[in-house]
Structure formats: structure tokens, C-alpha cells
């Protein structure tokens, strides 16, 4: 985690460096855990969207005034291919990147099926 001027941000970015925007703004009040949760899924991700030369957008993410905001699961793609098999309550579904993404970032509790040393690409470790 490093604590930065907005210059010193985007000057890296632009030379190629790839960081992360855990917070614009003072740090005292930020979700790390989110923060590093984000970090990880954004591996997996096929969607890069450049928001407001700050920030970049993945699929569970909208760019709305100057931040990456998250989507409702509801608001996820139906035709994306759903590679990630979670249980809500006590219901096993298969769902996208995008709807995992949302659900984390909205704090929706559940659980994947499978423990995550049995699948190394798996982006919850």
C-alpha cells in the first residue's frame, strides 16, 4: 500500500507502472480488505475501462462521477460465462466474474463451493 500524491499517481501510470486506486482522498477511512480483494479479482479480469485518468474499472464496476462505482449482481451481464460456483444461503449457483465482483464489493454474504487450493486459479484465495 503506498500513500501518494495524485501527481505522483498519475505520473507512474502513465510510464506503465500498474497500481491500483484503493482511495481517493485520506487513507484513515478506506476498506483495505476490499482494497486487496479488488487488487486480486483484478487479475482475473477481461475489462480494464480507464475512469477519469484515476482509476480503472473492472466488470463489476461502473465509472460514475470521477470513481469506479459497484454494480448490483442484478446489473451483471446474463450472457457472461459464469466460471465461479458460490452457495447463498443454502443454494449452490454458478456465477460470472462480474456477479462475484458485485457481490463482494456489496459486502452480499456467502461462500464458494470448493476450497481454494483445489482450484489455483481461482481469484477468492
Not at 52 to 64: K, P, S
Not at 113 to 125: H, I
Amino acid at each position: 500500500m503506498l500513500n501518494t500524491s495524485r501527481c505522483a499517481y498519475l505520473a507512474r501510470r502513465c510510464v506503465g507502472q500498474e497500481l491500483q486506486l484503493v482511495k481517493d482522498g485520506q487513507c484513515e477511512d478506506m476498506d483495505l480488505l476490499w482494497a486487496a480483494e479488488r487488487a486480486r479479482l483484478s487479475t482475473f479480469s477481461s475489462k480494464r475501462e480507464l475512469c477519469e485518468f484515476l482509476d480503472t474499472c473492472y466488470e463489476w464496476e461502473r465509472c460514475a462521477e470521477s470513481r469506479c462505482r459497484c454494480l448490483l449482481p442484478n446489473q451483471c451481464p446474463k450472457g457472461d460465462a459464469k466460471d465461479y460456483c458460490v452457495v447463498l444461503g443454502s443454494v449452490e449457483r454458478n456465477v460470472s466474474l462480474c456477479m462475484l465482483g458485485a457481490m463482494k464489493c456489496k459486502k452480499i454474504n456467502f461462500r464458494m463451493c470448493t476450497a481454494p487450493e483445489e482450484n489455483p486459479q481461482d481469484p477468492v484465495q
